[in-house]
Structures are given as C-alpha cells and as structure tokens.
C-alpha cells in the first residue's frame, strides 16, 4: 500500500519536518540600527545647542567640525535590534532604549580631552620649573634631609670606603681596627656584621673598594699594603724591600710607612701606594713578590722628597702625587722617569697635602693642602690655580676632598679643636668657588667624605669615632634606606627545657599534674625554683661545708695556703703538739680513750728528762763532728 509524504509524517510523527525556516535580513537589521542612533544623536545635539546656552567651547587642536558616522554610532550598541526585522511590531517607535548620556557626547568630549590636556601641560610645567629650579640652584641637589649615626669606635675614623654598587661601606680608625658594614643587613641598631685587625697595631690610613667591589686595599701605618676580600679576609700582602739598598728602584717593596694607596679606575689588578721612603709604586695582585713600577719625587734640587698622597686620573692614564714641599708631580703611567706636569709651588713648602681628587671630565684637579687651604687646577696649564679658598682648617694628614657626582661642586670637611667649635661639611661652586652650603656635622674635626654617585648619599668620617651618612628619601637610592626601615630584632633569650606534660585521664585526682595554661608562666615559675633553674649556691662563709671551700680564694691551693701552709704555730716538738691537746682528749674523749677505759683508764706518759749537756773540758780538736 502506497502512502503519500504527508501520511508517512503523520505516521512516523515528523508533522512539522517539512515546514520551512524563519528567516532575517541581517543587512537590514543594521542599518536601520544605524539611522535610529544618527536621528538620535542630532536629537541630542540640537538640545545642546539651544540658545540660552549660544556659548560655546573652543574646539581643541586636532579635533574635526563635522559629525562623523562613528561619533553618531556611540550610542547604537544599547538598542534593541529587534526593531528592524521584518516580523516586528514595533518599527514604527523613535526612541529605542534611554538617552544618551550628556557625558558622550561629543562636544562634552572634546572639553573634557581639551582640559585633560591642559592639566597635563600644566604638569609638565610644574615638573620643568622644578628642574629648572634645581639646575639655578644646586643646593637643592645635596641629600642632607636625614642623616644616620654609624659608631665606629671611640678614635678618629681616619679612613672609609663604599663598593661601586653601594652596598656595604668599610671604615677603619686610629684604633688599628676594620669594620665592615652591610646596609641591606642591617637593622636601624646599625651594628657592623664584622670587625677585625688586619694590620696589627697599625693605624689604619686608607681604604678602598676595587673597581669590580669583590677587594678592598688596606693602606695603613707599616711598610706593607694588604689587599683584603669583601669578608675581610687577606688575600695579598705587598713585599717589603731592604732598608739598607740606597736605590729604592732595586729594592722590591716600600721601606718606611705607607701614607697613601688607591686602586686604578679601570684596570681591576692594579693599585698604587706611596711611602715615606720617598717613592710611588705600582703594584699588581697577580704579583705580590714585588712591586710593578716606581715613580721618584724629586726637589727643585733633585733631592729626594716624600709624597704624602696619591691618586689616579679617571682614565688611569695619569698618576699624582703631593710632597711635602708643597709641589704636585704628575705623570704619565707608562713612563716612570720624568713628570709630565707639575707645580712647585703648589702649597706652602713644609705642609702635608692631605688628598688629590680629579673631576670626572678628567680635566679638573682639586686639592686640600695643609696650609688650609683648597685649590683647584687645571691639568692643561698646570702652572696657575684655577680657584683657591682659605681659611679651611687641616690638622689630619688624610683629609679628604671631593667632587659631586653632577661635577659642579667640590666638597671637604674643617677640622677643629677640641672642645673648640664643630667641625663642618662645605661645599663650593666649582667654577665661581663660592661657599653654597654648610653642615654641620659634629663637635669634633671631619676628615673624610664621600659623595657615592649611585646612591647620591654622603658619607662622612669625624675624629670623635663616628660615620655619618646624609641621604634624602626621595633623591637618594638605596644605601641607609634599606636600614632605617627595619626594626631592631629582639636578644635571643635563653632557652629553657620544660618537662613534657603527660596526659593521665583516668589517674587519681591526687596523682593528676595540673595542665599548662600558659608555657611563659610555666617558665617563670621554673626560673624561681632553685632546682629547675640550677640556681648558683652562694658563696661559702668560713671554713668550709659540705665538700666546698670557703671564700678565701675560690680554689682549694689557695684554701691550703691560708689553712695550712700559713700556719704560724710552731710543731718543730712533737710531743708538745700532742699533749696540747690532751686535756681536751680528757674531758671529751672521742677517739683513742674509749678503746682502753677497761685496760688502762688512766694513761700513762714516759717521762723524759733532758741529758743534760757535757762540760766542754776536751779540746776542740778532739771533739767530734757531727
């Protein structure tokens, strides 16, 4: 039997398989979208533009006059789309959906972009006038809003040290002592993580940091430079010459006290040191048998002069040295032989200049001179000082001057009297050499100072054993800002072992151990038992109990000396010493008379009589000898 389609659906239940699908016009969906947001948003601008508000905003740079498609589409993503179909009832409305907010619309902004952009350009101003500010005045650039207080000892500081990265800072004193400071370690207790004596009774005069940081020289009072690690543990010592060589050339190291050293800029092996011997001298770490080069100072005369101090150039091509005659001899690195530049009368004869500093452009040298005075020269016309300031007192063979990390200031440190003013920090305009600005530091001489170009700190060395660091929070980076902000860690306090506290649920109440509520008050119930705590006995009063001597002496040598071999009483009679005590025995009979109360109740003593002596009627040849 055949069945018609209709039929077999209506049999098989497939009524509505061959019903054709609803269909939409997707293109035409989207546009009238398109067309309801643009009449929507002329709406909206006309309302805007009404004349009681005939005012309006200038148009900003940049912006365009014409309303485009995209700005009038800003709106259309909230509408309904089931408006454009072609089965909706509900075409024909205007408004789909809320109004647009006044905020999006175009012209609310453009103002706002218009007054963004004023602020931003207001805050670039700001920004520029303060640059500006601080490029006319250069104080505003010193780090001196905070500072902290390092305790090295009691003695001057006469030496300090920071690595290149800023890290840990070295200072060492008249106290022959080196302490090592780690500032990501410390907490704001500020204690040293070590201190050592690498020189022995030695005072310490130099310290510094190699180029890479991994190794400090140690320049102190004896004849021999040491090269310490980053731990403070040796790693070279310089040889020693022979103090009977005239030559000092063919001797192989320094004869007399060292009053300087430094490392070289670039080359990370290299150092030099000079001495009292009359000598500069180059070394190297990969050779610590004898010295690399040697550079003689010579008088007017050609005499022999001692250099009190010594430095590199920034690119190491050059070394200087000042004499004690007041002259600064320079030369080339290469050639030992003669001076490439110098001044004879550079500071007054006679002085100890106490530091040569170079500019960073290489071509500025400042130094501090014991005649109180600071000059600056320049290395291409050596003869004239540049700039010169007086009345700056010097009474330390080491004090320092230094040079800003921007190079337009040169910083040193006054010393002073005891008891008779503060020492202070100045600072001078490099070019005018004007005093720009004073700290004062301590009351007590400031000797060395270090402007660290990483961390824009300063640190000083004072004559009263301290270190001080000036930072600012916002400026500085790093250095005594990782210290300050931690908090001091608590004294470990000792350690007591508690009994374990057993469990006994089902143990008689008058067996029970009471349960342990709080572990700090078991601990100080525990601290007042004397058998817990292990309470010291005190002190033995007398002769002595229970095993223990009195407080004579503390030992028993000195409990026998007082007891026994002090005794002045006289046993050179044996029989007296006993029958000393026999009326004692009598009364109190403890020992012996028990034993013999049935046998011999009373005791009998053998008499003795003295012999009496012989007359002396025999010659003396005949008696006898004994």
């Given at each position: 039997?055949?069945?018609?389609?209709?039929?077999?659906?209506?049999?098989?239940?497939?009524?509505?398989?061959?019903?054709?699908?609803?269909?939409?016009?997707?293109?035409?969906?989207?546009?009238?979208?398109?067309?309801?947001?643009?009449?929507?948003?002329?709406?909206?601008?006309?309302?805007?533009?009404?004349?009681?508000?005939?005012?309006?905003?200038?148009?900003?740079?940049?912006?365009?006059?014409?309303?485009?498609?995209?700005?009038?589409?800003?709106?259309?993503?909230?509408?309904?789309?089931?408006?454009?179909?072609?089965?909706?009832?509900?075409?024909?409305?205007?408004?789909?959906?809320?109004?647009?907010?006044?905020?999006?619309?175009?012209?609310?902004?453009?103002?706002?972009?218009?007054?963004?952009?004023?602020?931003?350009?207001?805050d670039t101003d700001d920004e520029e006038e303060d640059e500006e500010d601080e490029d006319d005045n250069p104080v505003k650039r010193i780090?001196?809003?905070?500072?902290?207080?390092?305790?090295?000892?009691?003695?001057?500081?006469?030496?300090?040290?920071?690595?290149?990265?800023?890290?840990?800072?070295?200072?060492?004193?008249?106290?022959?002592?080196?302490?090592?400071?780690?500032?990501?370690?410390?907490?704001?207790?500020?204690?040293?993580?070590?201190?050592?004596?690498?020189?022995?009774?030695?005072?310490?005069?130099?310290?510094?940091?190699?180029?890479?940081?991994?190794?400090?020289?140690?320049?102190?009072?004896?004849?021999?430079?040491?090269?310490?690690?980053?731990?403070?543990?040796?790693?070279?010592?310089?040889?020693?010459?022979?103090?009977?060589?005239?030559?000092?050339?063919?001797?192989?190291?320094?004869?007399?006290?060292?009053?300087?050293?430094?490392?070289?800029?670039?080359?990370?092996?290299?150092?030099?040191?000079?001495?009292?011997?009359?000598?500069?001298r180059t070394w190297d770490m990969n050779n610590e048998k004898k010295h690399k080069n040697v550079f003689k100072p010579r008088t007017a005369?050609?005499?022999?002069?001692?250099?009190?101090?010594?430095?590199?150039?920034?690119?190491?091509?050059?070394?200087?040295?000042?004499?004690?005659?007041?002259?600064?001899?320079?030369?080339?690195?290469?050639?030992?032989?003669?001076?490439?530049?110098?001044?004879?009368?550079?500071?007054?004869?006679?002085?100890?200049?106490?530091?040569?500093?170079?500019?960073?452009?290489?071509?500025?040298?400042?130094?501090?001179?014991?005649?109180?005075?600071?000059?600056?020269?320049?290395?291409?016309?050596?003869?004239?000082?540049?700039?010169?300031?007086?009345?700056?007192?010097?009474?330390?063979?080491?004090?320092?001057?230094?040079?800003?990390?921007?190079?337009?200031?040169?910083?040193?440190?006054?010393?002073?009297?005891?008891?008779?003013?503060?020492?202070?920090?100045?600072?001078?305009?490099?070019?005018?050499?004007?005093?720009?600005?004073?700290?004062?530091?301590?009351?007590?001489?400031?000797?060395?100072?270090?402007?660290?170009?990483?961390?824009?700190?300063?640190?000083?060395?004072?004559?009263?054993?301290?270190?001080?660091?000036?930072?600012?929070?916002?400026?500085?980076?790093?250095?005594?800002?990782?210290?300050?902000?931690?908090?001091?860690?608590?004294?470990?306090?000792?350690?007591?072992?508690?009994?374990?506290?057993?469990?006994?649920?089902?143990?008689?109440?008058?067996?029970?151990?009471?349960?342990?509520?709080?572990?700090?008050?078991?601990?100080?119930?525990?601290?007042?038992?004397?058998?817990?705590?292990?309470?010291?006995?005190?002190?033995?009063?007398?002769?002595?109990?229970?095993?223990?001597?009195?407080?004579?002496?503390?030992?028993?040598?000195?409990?026998?000396?007082?007891?026994?071999?002090?005794?002045?009483?006289?046993?050179?009679?044996?029989?007296?010493?006993?029958?000393?005590?026999?009326?004692?025995?009598?009364?109190?009979?403890?020992?012996?008379?028990?034993?013999?109360?049935?046998?011999?109740?009373?005791?009998?003593?053998?008499?003795?009589?003295?012999?009496?002596?012989?007359?002396?009627?025999?010659?003396?040849?005949?008696?006898?000898?004994?």
């Open positions: 039997m055949e069945m018609g389609d209709p039929d077999v659906g209506a049999v098989m239940g497939f009524s509505g398989f061959g019903k054709k699908a609803r269909t939409f016009d997707l293109d035409a969906i989207f546009e009238q979208t398109r067309r309801t947001a643009i009449e929507r948003s002329k709406k909206v601008l006309e309302k805007e533009q009404c004349p009681e508000e005939s005012v309006e905003s200038p148009p900003c740079a940049g912006s365009s006059g014409s309303v485009t498609e995209k700005d009038q589409g800003i709106a259309s993503s909230s509408s309904d789309d089931g408006s454009g179909g072609e089965d909706s009832d509900s075409s024909g409305s205007d408004l789909i959906g809320p109004p647009v907010p006044a905020s999006l619309s175009r012209l609310a902004i453009e103002e706002h972009a218009c007054d963004t952009d004023d602020r931003a350009s207001g780090p001196d809003s905070h500072e902290i207080t390092l305790i090295h000892s009691k003695k001057t500081v006469s030496a300090l040290g920071l690595d290149p990265s800023g890290a840990r800072l070295v200072t060492g004193g008249y106290d022959y002592e080196v302490k090592l400071w780690d500032f990501a370690g410390m907490d704001a207790s500020l204690q040293a993580f070590r201190t050592l004596q690498p020189c022995e009774c030695h005072q310490i005069k130099s310290l510094q940091y190699s180029a890479t940081g991994d190794v400090i020289l140690c320049v102190a009072g004896s004849a021999q430079a040491k090269v310490l690690d980053r731990d403070g543990f040796q790693v070279m010592e310089c040889a020693k010459g022979d103090q009977y060589i005239v030559d000092q050339a063919r001797t192989k190291g320094h004869t007399a006290m060292l009053n300087s050293g430094v490392w070289h800029p670039k080359i990370k092996e290299e150092f030099i040191t000079c001495s009292n011997d009359g000598t500069v005369q050609g005499k022999r002069v001692i250099p009190t101090t010594c430095a590199y150039s920034r690119d190491g091509k050059f070394i200087a040295a000042a004499c004690q005659d007041g002259s600064i001899q320079i030369w080339d690195r290469n050639m030992n032989v003669h001076t490439k530049f110098y001044n004879r009368q550079a500071h007054v004869p006679g002085t100890d200049t106490s530091c040569l500093s170079f500019s960073y452009d290489g071509y500025t040298l400042a130094s501090r001179g014991g005649d109180d005075t600071i000059k600056t020269w320049d290395v291409r016309n050596f003869r004239n000082a540049l700039n010169v300031a007086t009345d700056l007192p010097n009474i330390y063979p080491m004090t320092d001057c230094c040079f800003s990390p921007d190079d337009k200031m040169l910083v040193t440190g006054t010393s002073v009297q005891k008891g008779k003013g503060s020492g202070k920090l100045l600072f001078f305009d490099r070019e005018t050499f004007v005093k720009l600005y004073e700290i004062e530091v301590t009351d007590a001489s400031v000797i060395r100072c270090l402007w660290h170009p990483k961390l824009n700190q300063v640190m000083v060395g004072t004559a009263n054993g301290l270190a001080k660091v000036y930072y600012h929070p916002v400026k500085s980076q790093r250095g005594a800002k990782l210290c300050v902000v931690k908090t001091k860690r608590k004294a470990r306090q000792s350690q007591t072992v508690t009994q374990d506290y057993i469990i006994t649920p089902h143990a008689l109440p008058m067996f029970r151990e009471p349960r342990q509520k709080s572990t700090r008050k078991q601990l100080e119930k525990d601290r007042l038992d004397p058998v817990k705590s292990h309470k010291p006995e005190p002190p033995v009063s007398g002769p002595g109990r229970g095993g223990r001597v009195g407080t004579h002496g503390g030992t028993l040598s000195s409990f026998i000396v007082k007891n026994i071999a002090l005794d002045k009483t006289d046993d050179s009679n044996p029989r007296e010493a006993i029958l000393r005590h026999a009326k004692d025995a009598e009364q109190n009979p403890y020992w012996v008379a028990p034993a013999y109360v049935k046998t011999q109740p009373h005791a009998v003593f053998a008499a003795v009589e003295l012999e009496e002596e012989p007359e002396d009627d025999e010659p003396e040849w005949k008696k006898r000898k004994l």
